[in-house]
């Protein structure tokens, strides 16, 4: 009976999990190799991989799977290395730390929609203003810029702007708790020895709070390939007529949007999705194990 009890405590875990993982995960995957799918009288003709082919064929999944690696491509380092200056600049500051913190904090507990939103008025540019952005650019010489309605590379900047604002507040907090327990006895002595900034910063800094960084790289990665909310707070539901959908995004249009109805393909861009950061968190934890950094956050 001892041996069966602990069981028993992790019994309603096991069944949570059951229900609500593991059970949609085995779903997903049938539905994803069921050809012909109809979802109103429940039957398909066919198994086989036709609805991946399809997926992958499809222009407006490309132009998702474009969006959002140029997303990770574009914030997951701007947004890590402008959070590590910003923490070490906060964490060099002793009397108003604390106030700088919760300030720095303040974006990630507000409603994503409702900051998609803010940034939506700065760029947007109306039939009767500019837009506050376009106004600073005419103020320095430069032309007014659509940048919710223009061009593609305008679209992709402020969307790649707003991805850093919001995700920058959590890396903040990691790292200004991950430079806060770094040994002082350390800097000490690098401080004796003479050694400049630069390279306490390289030698003791930097591998000391490495683990944390991996661990933010790691889920930026998983965060920004799962981007949707943000892009229709921007944009607008019709993310495929904007240009900017994700393939989140995609995977919701096959499911509920208009053309929607589709689990089949829905299911199989769920699992190509899977795949890709499935693949690159391996990847990312090989290269950190590789180059000699262990523990973690």
Not at 36 to 64: C, I, K
Not at 172 to 192: N, Q
Request: charged residues 10%.
């Amino acid at each position: 009976m001892r041996k069966v009890k602990p069981f028993l405590y992790l019994l309603p875990a096991f069944v949570f999990l059951a229900v609500f993982l593991i059970y949609p995960l085995f779903d997903v995957f049938v539905y994803s190799v069921e050809e012909g799918y109809n979802s109103a009288s429940q039957t398909y003709y066919g198994t086989g991989l036709y609805n991946f082919q399809y997926v992958l064929r499809d222009p407006y999944f490309l132009q998702a799977v474009k969006n959002t690696l140029l997303l990770v491509i574009i914030t997951v380092p701007i947004s890590t290395g402008l959070s590590l200056l910003i923490a070490l600049g906060l964490n060099s500051i002793k009397k108003l730390k604390e106030l700088f913190q919760t300030v720095f904090f303040l974006p990630y507990v507000t409603n994503t929609l409702a900051v998609g939103l803010v940034f939506m008025i700065l760029f947007d540019k109306t039939p009767y203003s500019d837009g506050f952005i376009n106004m600073l650019i005419s103020f320095f010489g430069g032309s007014a810029i659509d940048f919710i309605e223009g061009p593609y590379w305008a679209k992709m900047l402020v969307m790649s702007i707003y991805t850093i604002w919001i995700v920058m507040p959590f890396k903040i907090l990691i790292l200004t708790s991950a430079l806060a327990s770094v040994d002082e006895t350390l800097y000490k002595a690098a401080r004796i020895d003479g050694t400049s900034r630069l390279r306490t910063f390289t030698k003791i800094t930097l591998p000391m709070i490495a683990p944390s960084i991996s661990y933010l790289v790691i889920t930026g990665f998983i965060g920004a390939f799962k981007a949707y909310s943000d892009e229709v707070a921007i944009f607008g539901t019709n993310l495929n007529a904007a240009g900017m959908n994700t393939m989140v995004g995609f995977v919701y249009d096959m499911l509920y949007g208009e053309g929607g109805g589709y689990p089949s393909y829905a299911s199989a861009a769920a699992l190509i999705l899977f795949a890709i950061i499935l693949t690159i968190t391996v990847i990312n934890l090989l290269i950190t194990r590789k180059s000699g950094v262990k523990g973690g956050l």
